[in-house]
């Protein structure tokens, strides 16, 4: 073996250990507790997040679609405990439309919802509240001219989110999925969903899932990804392609062409404030390229899976959280 081949597979081995961490970390009240009351460099922060407002959440909207881009907005939040919360986050969520209407921005931009957010894990009736605020804010959307993603979360929510999604799509056809491809169950499931209209967002997943549900070294999820991609761009649907990473681009398009499909009949998706060359070199391509926009104070979670997701970003929000940042 040499040094290169060595080298390579300790770095890889490195980066497993360290997302482990970081993604154990993002679940740390503690650490989000300190994390969140030291004051934080806001150009780094804003390098990744909107803002809190929604007023900031509209104006970096204006700001990505101006660009030639489209937008996906998510509000920051996960698990609520009450159902009060639950409530609040579905008004919040109204009010962001009718900003967005205001402005005339609905068009180029969909909901991302956390189903979590809207009281699905609550203990008593959580699934049936989560439907009936992701119903009325589908509803709400669809009068404003836009549309609703319901994000996935941990595994153990896949089966009720999937359920809630086909309630959805009875009256709201045009229901975002998302699907993991580090889950095993992806293919199946894209495979199930590869329907005529059927919008499906395909990342590789960015939670800590246990051996058991989820393949857990970066090739195999790369290759897990390739197989649902596949699956979805011979299907009948819309593929929406969310990864960074080029290799996996290149393939996806040629998937596309391979399965003679125009630009527009699928789209690429990356994160606000995530490779910006890579996001401008497809805009000039002629590919639809939806940005990921998250918003509000509740970031932490975000940014520590994002940092999971690409190490290398670690020192960046290492210098923000201790002030340090540029």
């Not at 197989?227 to 990864?243: F, H």
Request: net charge negative; aromatic share 6%; hydrophobic share 40%.
């Amino acid at each position: 073996m040499s040094k290169t081949d060595l080298y390579g597979i300790v770095q890889r081995d490195g980066e497993s250990v360290l997302r482990q961490i970081l993604l154990t970390a993002s679940r740390s009240d503690m650490l989000r507790s300190a994390s969140t009351s030291l004051p934080v460099a806001r150009s780094v922060v804003n390098r990744f997040v909107a803002g809190e407002s929604i007023a900031d959440a509209v104006g970096t909207t204006a700001d990505v679609t101006a660009a030639g881009r489209l937008v996906s907005l998510d509000r920051l939040g996960e698990e609520v405990e009450s159902a009060e919360g639950a409530e609040k986050t579905r008004d919040e969520y109204v009010d962001l439309i009718a900003a967005l209407n205001a402005n005339g921005l609905t068009a180029e931009t969909e909901i991302s919802v956390k189903l979590s957010a809207l009281g699905q894990l609550l203990a008593h009736d959580g699934e049936r509240m989560a439907l009936e605020l992701a119903h009325s804010i589908a509803d709400r959307a669809a009068k404003a001219g836009t549309m609703i993603t319901l994000d996935m979360e941990d595994h153990t929510t896949t089966d009720s989110t999937l359920e809630i999604l086909r309630a959805l799509r009875e009256e709201f056809p045009d229901t975002g999925a998302v699907l993991q491809a580090y889950l095993y169950r992806s293919e199946a499931d894209a495979k199930d969903l590869a329907t005529l209209g059927s919008r499906v967002r395909i990342c590789k997943g960015a939670y800590d899932e246990p051996e058991s549900v989820a393949f857990q070294s970066r090739h195999e999820v790369d290759l897990a990804f390739v197989r649902c991609c596949k699956v979805l761009m011979e299907g009948d649907g819309y593929p929406m392609i969310a990864t960074h990473d080029p290799t996996l681009i290149e393939i996806s398009q040629a998937l596309a062409i391979h399965n003679d499909r125009p630009k527009g009949s699928y789209e690429h998706q990356m994160l606000f404030g995530v490779h910006l060359e890579e996001q401008e070199r497809l805009v000039r391509e002629g590919e639809r390229l939806r940005v990921y926009v998250p918003y509000g104070s509740d970031w932490y979670g975000y940014l520590m899976r994002r940092m999971a997701e690409r190490p290398s970003n670690l020192g960046l929000l290492a210098r923000s959280v201790t002030g340090g940042g540029q």
